[in-house]
């Protein structure tokens, strides 16, 4: 089992530009989940997909935010014109849907916008 | 809405001392309740859950109680060692069912 993979590591990107951040959640995991860390917010809900299907993405910021799931072995999260304070790490879970809510997360995308 | 509160944001200790780290919780019903702990470079990695009252997790010497009296669920451990030294975060899952809310984390220092 190699866990949830989180694809690039890093990304460097000047502002205005898109990212498109890739994961790839554990093989049977039903869910995926992706959060934003920074010093200031810690940990953030993002979005979260069950069976490939969103179901909550209260915590993308509208407009330049957007996530996929296309099939159940990987998910992406692209922000399209980047700012500055969109500089972050952006992880991603996974978790099977009858292990009590337990979290499984990749190492994380540091993404840093110049 | 749900939401934790870890009141130490950075602990630091010598190995062999006793650590604890508060943790409060808000949320109606029964959620669980997590520890996760996350070393540089690295995504948050599960230590142990509690789901009831009284409820006892363990793990790697580290354990906290579940106690719905006081809303609180202490991380604990007797004798910490250098390697011990990360960032812990903890959490609960929302009574909703699905969302996993995180404390602000405490980053915890041992030095030798």
């Known amino acids: 089992n190699a866990g949830v993979i989180q694809t690039p590591r890093h990304k460097v990107t000047g502002k205005g530009q898109e990212a498109t951040l890739w994961c790839e959640p554990i093989s049977g995991h039903s869910a995926v989940f992706w959060y934003r860390q920074t010093i200031v917010q810690g940990l953030e809900f993002l979005t979260y997909?069950?069976?490939?299907?969103?179901?909550?993405d209260s915590g993308m910021p509208k407009e330049r935010f957007s996530a996929q799931m296309p099939n159940q072995s990987h998910s992406t999260l692209k922000i399209q014109s980047t700012q500055p304070q969109d500089s972050a790490v952006y992880l991603c879970?996974?978790?099977?849907?009858?292990?009590?809510?337990?979290?499984?997360f990749g190492a994380g995308t540091r993404l840093s916008v110049l | 809405g749900d939401s934790v509160t870890q009141t130490e944001g950075q602990v630091a200790l010598s190995e062999e001392d006793f650590l604890t780290i508060h943790c409060n919780y808000s949320a109606s019903g029964y959620p669980a309740l997590f520890w996760y702990v996350q070393y540089p470079g690295e995504g948050p990695q599960f230590l142990f859950r509690a789901s009831r009252d009284k409820e006892k997790g363990s793990s790697r010497g580290f354990e906290a109680t579940y106690d719905k009296g006081t809303t609180s669920f202490h991380l604990r451990k007797a004798s910490v060692q250098e390697s011990d030294s990360a960032v812990y975060y903890c959490?609960?899952?929302?009574?909703?069912?699905?969302?996993?809310?995180f404390g602000s984390g405490t980053r915890l220092l041992v030095s030798p």
């Open positions: 959490a609960l899952g929302g009574t909703g069912g699905y969302k996993v809310v």
């Open positions: 879970a996974s978790r099977d849907w009858g292990s009590q809510n337990t979290l499984y």
């Open positions: 997909f069950r069976n490939q299907a969103p179901i909550d």
